[in-house]
Structures are given as C-alpha cells and as structure tokens.
C-alpha cells in the first residue's frame, strides 16, 4: 500500500471511528439517566408526596397514608414493580420538591404541583399530562363578613412559602390595588395554627387544597362551617406528576400510566371488571389498554419498557381515574360533574391520546 493510499484509509477509519463513538453517545443521552432500570434493580419506587393536603397527599396520625397524589404514586409501582405497595413515600416540602427531584433523592414528584415556564425550563424537571385542574383561592372565617376579595383591604393573608401562590397572591391583588400583608409559612399546618390563632384575615392556596384544609378543620375550632371559600378564581394551577429531566424513558412509563387511566375511565373499565375484560375485550382498543391480544393478533408493544399487561396491574391494584378520583377527592366536595377534571367525552379537560 503506497503512503497516500495509507493515509485516505487512515482518515477514512478515524472518521468512521468518530461517527460510532457519536452514534454510542448519542444513544446514552437518549437513555436518560435509566430511572426506570435504577427503580426496577432496586424494587421500590420513591415517590415525593404531600402530607398535610386531605384529598391529595394526607399522613394520618396512625401511619397510613391517603390522596390522590398517593394513589398515583401506588399507580405507577404497580405498573413497573407488579405491585402498588413497593413504595417509599418521601416527605417533599414546597421548598425542597424540586432538589429533591434533581438529586436523584426521589424518582417522581407527585405531590400538587402546579406546571408553569420557570419550572419546566430551569428546574430540571419533566411535567407529565394534568391529573387535575384547579386554581387559586381564598379561604374567610363564616363569620367574618367577607365576601369579595376588596373586602381584604388591609388585611393579613396567609400563604405557603416557595410556591406559585406568594405570586398569584401579589399579581392579583396589585391588579385591583388592594393593600395587604402577606404572612408565609412553610407548610399548611403552621397556617391551620395560625389561621385559629387570628393571626391571619385570609388563606390562599389552590381551591382543591383550601377544600381539604376546610374538610379537616378541627372541630375545636368550628369544623368545616367556620369557613368559607370565596368564588373568586385567582389564576390557573394545572397540577401533575413531575419525572427528572432528561429521561424521556421513565417520562414516557409515568406518562403513559396517567394516560392509561384515563382510557381505562373512557372504556368504563375499572378494578371490578378488568378481569372479564382481559379474558374478553370488548375490541381492539381495550385489548391494547390491557396488554392482550385481538381477533389472533399478538398484543401490541408499545416499546415502554415495562411489561405489556402493566395497566392489568394498575386497574386492579388501584383503579382506573375516575376511580380514584372518586375515593379521594368526592369526599371533600371537588365533584368531577361540570369541572374542568370532567372527561372530554362529558364536557371536561381530561382527555388522553390513543393507547395505539
């Protein structure tokens, strides 16, 4: 081989070399950070959840933990683990969420957050579709003769630090020139003790959070007719699961179990009948929910990475949307009926893509 021939087919070889080193790292960004295997290699899913929010994320004083929030959390172990129990529930604060979230600490963050620019671009964090539409509120004692927001001219008002609500609070009440002053506190317990101890006129929050702290109120201080939740609206809170960014992988698993649920509630398939519907789907549609096959076709692979009958696990273990919101969230009085949590196919904002 002459020196010339030599080196074109040296050149030629260290480019061909340097296209498979791109294509190899080009394929390791795509995998993410392997949440999905880290989960599965150590069977247990950390999840990062809410424990003061009844209807949400609630700790009770015997251990047991309850919510929608929870549910989803149990959701997704169920639909990598098999099981809806393998889950280490972590304590994640307004303050830390998000740290907790970059760290690697916790796998998902499930726990009322509300999806805005900032947080998708610099926090490091993937949102998943909308499990519930809310806004933010205010929260009057019965019988303190408020009824609008002007009426808390002047007036203390009570606010979780390191969340959306201090700047909610701020724009809407600088839009209409209503002087206040705001009062914040980590966690919505030191505004429950505040709020008795007269310190605070008014409580903002999300409306679904304001309806849970109202349903829980102790009855020393009046129970849940002591309050009252004004029906002005103060901003858009959509509030969902949060993966780790970078991850499309372990996005797309979580995604897809919230989406999953949703069709399921479409196709009227629940924990009491997804049996029967296994061995018989009704068609095609259900038999791709559910992992099995239709009419002699093999199951569809939708190439998740997760087993095919992963919703099989879900819908008995925990239950289709409806479902759980029912369990959860019915009982503090956030009604699906008429809302924006309503299915499409009723007249909400509930809505997901074809499991296809």
């Known amino acids: 081989?002459?020196?010339?021939?030599?080196?074109?087919?040296?050149?030629?070889?260290?480019?061909?070399?340097?296209?498979?080193?791109?294509?190899?790292?080009?394929?390791?960004?795509?995998?993410?950070?392997?949440?999905?295997?880290?989960?599965?290699?150590?069977g247990e899913?950390?999840?990062?959840?809410?424990?003061?929010?009844?209807?949400?994320?609630?700790?009770?004083?015997?251990?047991?933990?309850?919510?929608?929030?929870?549910?989803?959390?149990?959701?997704?172990?169920?639909?990598?683990?098999?099981?809806?129990?393998?889950?280490?529930?972590?304590?994640?604060?307004a303050q830390d969420r998000f740290e907790l979230l970059a760290s690697g600490e916790i796998d998902v963050l499930i726990r009322t957050t509300t999806w805005t620019a900032s947080r998708d671009a610099d926090l490091?964090?993937?949102?998943?579709?909308?499990?519930f539409y809310d806004g933010q509120g205010m929260m009057v004692s019965s019988d303190s003769g408020i009824s609008t927001l002007e009426d808390l001219a002047g007036a203390t008002i009570c606010v979780t630090s390191g969340t959306t609500t201090e700047g909610n609070l701020d724009d809407q009440f600088q839009a209409r020139g209503i002087a206040y002053t705001p009062l914040s506190f980590e966690d919505d317990a030191q505004i429950q003790a505040a709020f008795i101890e007269g310190r605070c006129d008014g409580w903002t929050a999300d409306k679904s959070n304001l309806a849970g702290q109202r349903a829980n109120f102790p009855d020393s201080a009046g129970g849940s007719a002591a309050l009252t939740i004004l029906g002005e609206t103060l901003s858009k809170e959509p509030l969902g699961p949060v993966t780790p960014d970078n991850d499309s992988e372990w996005h797309a698993v979580v995604q897809w179990v919230v989406f999953g649920m949703i069709i399921a509630d479409e196709f009227d398939i629940t924990s009491e009948n997804v049996g029967s519907a296994v061995s018989s789907p009704a068609n095609r549609n259900v038999a791709r929910l559910l992992g099995v096959g239709f009419d002699g076709n093999a199951p569809d692979?939708?190439?998740?990475?997760?087993?095919?009958?992963?919703?099989?696990?879900?819908?008995?273990?925990?239950?289709?949307?409806?479902?759980?919101y029912q369990r959860t969230l019915t009982p503090i009085g956030l009604g699906r009926e008429g809302s924006l949590n309503a299915s499409w196919l009723k007249g909400g904002a509930i809505y997901a893509p074809p499991m296809r």
Do not use: H, W, Y
């Open 1 to 42: 081989m002459t020196r010339s021939r030599f080196l074109r087919f040296a050149v030629v070889a260290l480019a061909a070399f340097g296209l498979v080193l791109f294509a190899c790292n080009d394929d390791d960004d795509n995998k993410g950070s392997g949440i999905l295997q880290t989960v599965t290699d150590r």
């Open 124 to 131: 490091k964090g993937d949102f998943v579709t909308t499990t």
């Open 45 to 93: 899913l950390k999840c990062g959840v809410k424990e003061t929010q009844p209807g949400f994320g609630f700790l009770s004083p015997d251990g047991s933990r309850s919510g929608n929030d929870v549910e989803f959390c149990r959701a997704v172990a169920a639909a990598v683990l098999g099981n809806a129990n393998k889950v280490e529930f972590v304590p994640a604060s």
């Open 301 to 324: 692979d939708f190439g998740l990475g997760i087993p095919l009958d992963f919703m099989q696990k879900v819908l008995a273990q925990v239950g289709n949307f409806n479902e759980v």
